[in-house]
């Protein structure tokens, strides 16, 4: 612990990089390394609050920075890693909450044993009754004793005994009587002791055994110890970390419930979407059923025309197939048009031709005085 304590002076005094070379690279801080306490980031380690306290926990095997807190609080509420390292903060923190709800119970139990007498208390009138009767007991036992005595030497054994266990008898109910008196005596001391002494309570935060109507000092210094505003601490620190742990979850609720309601709308406007192209698509049809009936019946009209006369039907269709022509033809002459505006725009510029090279001779083969000499020869050879 002493080596770990001069560290953290040494990183306070010269910063966390002490050891590093100039040559090396620093490494950045990163709240989520494992080295760091996720306690001492959610709100508190509580292995510094009962130090040398019966409570205490030891040293914390974990580093403690200030600089990686401010990082872990900067960090959006809703973030998982975040939620889940208050979430173990406040499970070790109840755990030790359960711990003291027990030893606080223990305690009233304890209390409330040690203040109830074992036995049932005897009233003096009760003693006194009882010691009438154990005297009387002691006449019956010695007259019996004595009868007993005189029937044995009467050789009457028979009657000897049977006033012998009878005998026995009186005695074991003496002895109860003196047992008693006795307790009764003791229970009478054990009361007035207890009375004598000062009650006691248990504090309802730490566990602590306290004296009743104490001085206000000594109360004082338990309500300032270290257990007693440890457990204050944890309890304060459970509460806000619960709350802000419910207020990220219902955010996180809140934005899912709001990402799934746009996914709603959506498939709502799309189911919209659909049923509009359906409609369309029936009056579409309902059209094409309507202008079929119509042809059919201009087609039973024609046929009972018996003058030879064009149809409707027919009428119709060389209509519409002359405003086909007319309007391929129109396509066509605007296509031409505009092909020739086109080819005018990127066609280049004429240029004057250049005369043509005036035509030049052959180039004569140049023959070699050698080659001359000898078709000479061979001329002459010939003739």
Known sequence: MAVLAAAQLLDELMGRNRNVAPNEKVKELNWEDPEYCKYFLAKFC???????????????????????????????????????????????????????????VKGKQRLALSGKPDTPSVTPAQSQKNQEQINILNERINDLEAEAE???????????????KLCDQLKDERDNLKKQVENGHW???????????????????????????????????????KQHMGFA????????????VKAAKDERQMARTGRLNS???????????????????????????????????????AGKVQDGGRSDRDRRDKERDRSVRDR????????????????????????????????????????????????????????
């Not at 390292?85 to 755990?95: A, G, K």
């Open 46 to 104: 509580p292995h510094d609050l009962f130090v040398n306290t019966r409570a205490d926990l030891g040293a914390c095997s974990k580093v403690h920075d200030e600089e990686v807190k401010k990082l872990f609080q900067n960090v959006k509420a809703t973030h998982h890693r975040k939620m889940q390292y208050q979430e173990d903060f406040l499970r070790f923190c109840v755990s030790m909450m359960n711990e003291v709800e027990r030893k606080i």
């Open 150 to 164: 005189q029937a044995g030497t009467d050789g009457n054994v028979e009657q000897a005994q049977g006033l012998m």
């Open 187 to 225: 229970n009478a001391t054990a009361e007035l002791a207890a009375a004598q002494e000062k009650q006691m309570e248990v504090c309802e935060v730490c566990g602590a055994f306290l004296i009743v109507n104490d001085a206000q000092q000594r109360i004082e210094d338990h309500l300032m110890g």
């Open 233 to 244: 601490r944890l309890k304060s620190a459970v509460d806000e970390v619960s709350a802000l």
């Open 263 to 301: 996914e709603d709308r959506f498939r709502d406007k799309e189911r919209e979407r659909e049923r509009r192209r359906e409609r369309e698509r029936e009056k579409e049809e309902r059209n094409r059923s309507e202008q079929r009936e119509g042809e059919g019946k201009g087609e039973e009209r």
């Open 328 to 383: 391929e033809s129109n396509r066509e002459k605007d296509r031409d048009k505009e092909r020739e505006r086109s080819e005018r725009k990127t066609s280049p510029r004429p240029r004057t031709r250049s005369p043509p090279p005036p035509s030049q001779p052959p180039p004569q083969t140049l023959i070699s005085p050698l080659l001359t000499s000898k078709l000479a020869r061979n001329s002459v050879t010939n003739r």
